[in-house]
């Protein structure tokens, strides 16, 4: 799924890479209503000249962005890449030590493309374990620390423990959960922004 038809692009328009899962591509909601379309509304409303390229894909894991990546950059050559890959990787309990390989590749491939980058990390339910769920969330902060790379600690911060907040699966964020979305991912991303 790409997105970025709300900014019509000029020599002057600059791309925003957004490489994720089923969170960041609208899964169960209109496309319209998911939160790269609302930060392409919110970049044009705020007179940034970027269009927003959505690659990602409801499954998504790390290897499969890591796989996917280089002929994305290629494509939409973008400035900015956030990167929201993680959550099947801990959903399925895959090994940490692959994920982390997988986000370093990332993030170290989109940096030789002279591209500025945004993390955005994920937390899991207790029930995988204290040792594995501390280890998970900790994983992004030292990816962010160790690449010096803008991040957000948690996609779902400030909702996460709300019910009415997810649809009826328990794990996807309803329409109406976009904006709180958007709001986590503004904060990281606005200092990478740059005006015409």
């Known amino acids: ?35 790269p379309v609302l930060l392409e509304q919110r970049l044009n409303a705020d007179v940034y000249p970027y269009r927003v390229a959505n690659v990602s894909i409801s499954g998504e894991t790390t290897r499969g962005g890591r796989s996917r990546l280089p002929a994305a950059l290629k494509q939409h050559q973008p400035e900015i890449v956030i990167i929201a890959l993680g959550a099947n990787d801990g959903l399925r309990g895959l090994p940490l030590d692959q994920m982390r390989d997988n986000l370093n590749a990332i993030i170290r491939l989109s940096k030789q493309s002279q591209v500025r980058v945004l993390l955005l990390g994920m937390q899991l339910p207790p029930n995988y374990g204290s040792d594995y769920t501390r280890n998970f969330r900790q994983l992004y902060a030292d990816l962010a620390h160790q690449h010096k790379v803008a991040w957000e600690p948690f996609l779902l911060a400030g909702f996460a423990d709300q019910r009415e907040a997810f649809q009826s699966d328990g794990v996807h964020p309803t329409a109406a959960s976009q904006a709180l979305i958007l709001d986590t991912v503004w904060h990281g991303l606005q200092p990478l922004l740059k005006k015409q």
């Open 1 to 35: 799924m790409i997105l970025g038809t709300a900014c019509a692009a000029s020599p002057q328009t600059k791309s925003i890479l957004v490489l994720g899962d089923s969170l960041s591509a609208g899964f169960g909601i209109g496309r319209q209503q998911s939160w």
